[in-house]
């Protein structure tokens, strides 16, 4: 059974720093994108960064270079880098990847972990 599975949320002062990171586990043929989304109490998800091919990365435009977002191809996983946090970047944080594994190419979701900016 494929699975993402994310780590590294968790509260932290404002203008400060966490990283993110994702594992895919299971039947995986190829991966093509992996990224991050985020999720805040009565918002809709929106995208973090996602990176694609392994060398293509794209930011949502709140990110305004706060965030780095890096592979690990051989492990199947992504690393997301965040400084400078904000009390407004507090929210679910929801790993996705596009995958072909024994199925055709999918999109799967991790579990999501908390990140809580505040003093």
């Known amino acids: 059974q494929v699975q993402l599975v994310e780590s590294g949320g968790g509260l932290v002062q404002p203008g400060g720093s966490l990283t993110l990171s994702c594992a895919a586990s299971?039947?995986?043929?190829?991966?093509?994108?992996m990224g991050w989304y985020r999720q805040a109490p009565g918002k809709q998800r929106e995208l973090v960064a996602v990176i694609i091919n392994g060398v293509n990365a794209n930011y949502g435009d709140f990110v305004k270079g706060r965030f780095t977002i890096s592979r690990d191809i051989a492990k199947n996983a992504v690393y997301l880098q965040m400084n400078s946090l904000k009390p407004e970047d507090t929210a679910v944080y929801y790993c996705?990847?596009?995958?072909?594994?024994?199925?055709?190419?999918?999109?799967?979701w991790g579990q999501g972990t908390q990140v809580t900016v505040s003093s």
């Open positions: 996705n990847a596009h995958m072909m594994t024994d199925q055709p190419i999918q999109s799967y």
């Open positions: 299971g039947s995986i043929f190829s991966i093509y994108a």
